[in-house]
């Protein structure tokens, strides 16, 4: 971080903020042309997503939007690392459910240890769970080159029957709705203030992610070889770094975090284990990584407004009558733009050349 | 060309240039890389404007605006990377693009005639129906010359035309080159090389920083005039060396047998050794295997067969990681390939493969202070010009560049170099530089491995001289003992 300035840090974080505008205004021209107000739905998106104070029997927006946000933020971490190394990790999702399934488990099959020890035993159980389900697209990538897209993504669905047989099978406890039993109390992951507020220290141990990430990848001599190896793999292997085995760690870790969000998102909200877990987390995470440009910073920016925009759904609504499909919209032009930073560009570029047109005549334009 | 000037953002890429080209002669331009010829002939070939000057042909200024615009007027460019389809004939690749059709169908006699025709008046002979793909590149550059001729090219710019060539091939050219001159047409000559410029240009022309610095004849001055022009300040051309004096064997190679990308054998069954305090020179052409030698050697590239033994052990295959552990440093021939991270500072590319140990890492966390320490040292000590430390090695001009990855490759304990085309795309001040620490590596005892398609460099460095040829050894000479004419006969395989 040396050579701090705030216009290197606007000239990386530009692109994403210029996203996310021109996605509001896109979304915005949608409702418009489907004969909404947008004016009226961004208010009631933002005070129901910010500025709504709680009540004794409802929560206050924006520590919701921080409880929704923490999955976000764990899981587009791992994701952004393997991005930091060249891969592509389609499998949060996957890493997530199978995390999840192995913190419930160690929640309630283990029985009469201590919050202190269970706890962290519990959420563990998730990030092992998660490196070891990533590790094995990981180590099909460094010892076959298979590639980590397809073989997340197969991951995924093999993830989505194993959670579904354990549920329905073995784990399934004897009421009448396919699930697990309730983890014991001592794994509970518990909320930071009273009822009805939702916020727990999950949020926390995410925010605690955020700050190892950035350590790990641009403090360590572990994280300068994961972005050589991003950066130009070819290079990277003639300094004597060891790709395949630097692939291998990526989707460990990244798996890792990725099963933690699982083990977080379980054992404080659930503290069960459902049959249908789909949140879908693990693919919109996707778009919060690409927002967050790989700065642990940029990515808990993007994490909020993703977990503000889930959030401020339900309340936009109910209050402007906007269909909360919009907010999907709303993201999808996110990730368009995000991922076609050639649009963004060309878009103000050209806004900032016709600003500056009669100072600046056009190349060999003139003699 | 009058008062040609150029400027692009923080740069006076040519600054108030004239040249004259009388017909019928060959004007060689002759300048660092940097200096500004290419700039001038892209402005001459109307890929840029200029900023100002004019542009006169047979006493009639013309505006030229783009490579069309050129060919119509009777310039034609024969670049450096040749741009040829290599699955097509040669009379598809020079009538590319102005094709001529019989009814609906491409007229194939015609444009054959033309070119036999032109063939037979330059004395350039070529077979309009041979695929480029099996020509070699001394054809496949007449092929270049050809389709600028067909296109009734009056003035002929060649890019460092030579780069590619064998010295024989070299002759051919020079011979085809004296015949143009001969039947009127006239030539501008880029080179760095001093040799060639005085061997076949009339007149020379020097450029250094945007500026025409003199004009000369081959015949007023000498190479050591045109370098230190050049470069100017007095250039050692000569690289001062004593006779080595060779220990024992550092490097050696047991019946070495790669494979290329496109599984073909490369290098078959190749043995030698490299002793300390010895440099040893591959000659060749390249693509005769040279490549995946050195790749093998490094690590970068798996042989299928044979052993590389450095100081008795045997190096695992495939891991550059086992070289560097060894000793080894490699310059290598694709410095953007495998050599930087142009999109990373200069710091962490002056540490690419040590930033893990002591002291750059201290307490498992990168020791900033340490590795801006060692680049602000490597910096000076390698001359490396530059704003600063921080500054991305990508945006390094390409000689700056290579002072940059040898410096690194010198920074740690060496006890094998590696050096492949360790000067190419470098300016002859950083060349004299490059090759003195080479030779003062030599003299610390260190076994150097020099791997060059510039056959001087290789004369002029090494102390024993192997030669490949379709990826085989063909001869071992010592350097006191040959001659350029006798390395060029084994380089093209006649043994």
Known sequence: ?367 | MRGITKRFPGVLANDNINLDLNKGEIHALLGENGAGKSTLMNILYGLYQPDAGEIFLNGKAVKIHGPRDAIAQGIGMVHQHFMLVPTLTVAENITLGMEEQKGVLLDVERPSAKIKEIAKKYGLEIDPGAYIKDLPVGLQQRVEIVKTLYRDAQVLVLDEPTAVLTPQEVEGLFATLRTLVAQGVSIIFISHKLKEVKAIANRITVLRQGRVVGWTTPAEADEAKLASMMVGRPVLLKVDKTPAKPGGETLSIKSLKVMSDRKSVAVDGVSFAVRAGEIVGIAGVEGNGQTELVEAITGLRAQTEGAIVMESHDLPRESPRAGIAAGMSHIPENRHKFGMVSSYPLTTNLVLSTFDRAPFTKNGLLNDAEIEKNARTLIKEFDVRTPNEFVPIGKLSGGNQQKAVVAREFSRPMKLLVASQPTRGVDVGSIEFIHKRIVEARDKGAAVLLISAELDEIMSLSDRILVMFKGKIVGERETAKTTREDVGLLMMGKV
């Open chain 1, 1 to 367: 971080m040396r050579n701090f300035s705030f216009a290197k840090l606007w000239s990386g974080a530009w692109p994403a903020v210029a996203s996310v505008f021109l996605a509001l205004v896109v979304a915005g021209l949608v409702m418009v042309v489907t004969g909404s107000d947008p004016i009226k739905a961004y208010t009631s998106l933002i005070e129901g997503a910010f500025l709504r104070p709680g009540t004794d029997t409802r929560p206050t927006a924006f520590l919701d939007t921080l409880v929704s946000a923490t999955p976000y933020l764990i899981l587009a971490l791992g994701i952004s690392l393997a991005f930091t190394a060249g891969l592509f990790n389609i499998g949060a999702e996957g890493q997530l459910y199978m995390g999840a399934l192995a913190s419930v488990m160690v929640g309630f099959l283990v029985k009469g240890l201590p919050p202190i020890i269970h706890l962290p035993l519990s959420l563990l159980a998730g990030a092992v769970m998660g490196a070891l389900w990533a590790g094995i697209a990981g180590w099909l990538k460094a010892t076959r080159g298979a590639p980590e897209v397809v073989t997340t993504i197969m991951l995924n669905y093999i993830s989505y029957s194993v959670v579904n047989f354990m549920v329905n099978g073995p784990l399934r406890h004897t009421g009448t709705a396919p699930r697990t039993p309730d983890i014991e109390p001592s794994a509970v992951l518990p909320n930071m203030l009273p009822s009805p507020e939702r916020l727990h220290w999950g949020f926390v141990i995410a925010l605690l992610c955020a700050v190892a990430y950035y350590f790990l990848v641009y403090r360590s001599p572990l994280g300068l070889r994961i972005r050589l190896v991003g950066a130009n793999k070819e290079a990277a292997r003639y300094a004597g770094i060891q790709v395949n085995r630097t692939y291998l760690i990526t989707m460990l870790i990244s798996g890792g975090l990725c099963g933690l969000a699982g083990g977080v998102e379980i054992l404080s909200l659930y503290r069960f284990m459902p049959s249908e877990f789909t949140t879908g987390y693990g693919f919109d995470s996707i778009a919060v990584a690409l927002l967050g440009q790989g700065n642990p910073i940029g990515i808990l920016l993007a994490a909020i407004l993703f977990g503000a925009l889930a959030n401020g759904a339900g309340y936009m609504q109910f209050s402007s009558g906007v269909s909360n499909y919009i907010i999907s919209v709303l993201q999808a032009f996110i990730i368009v733009f995000v991922a076609a930073p050639g649009i963004v560009r060309d878009l103000f570029g050209w806004i900032r050349i016709k600003r500056a047109a009669p100072a600046l005549p056009a190349k060999g334009g003139t003699k």
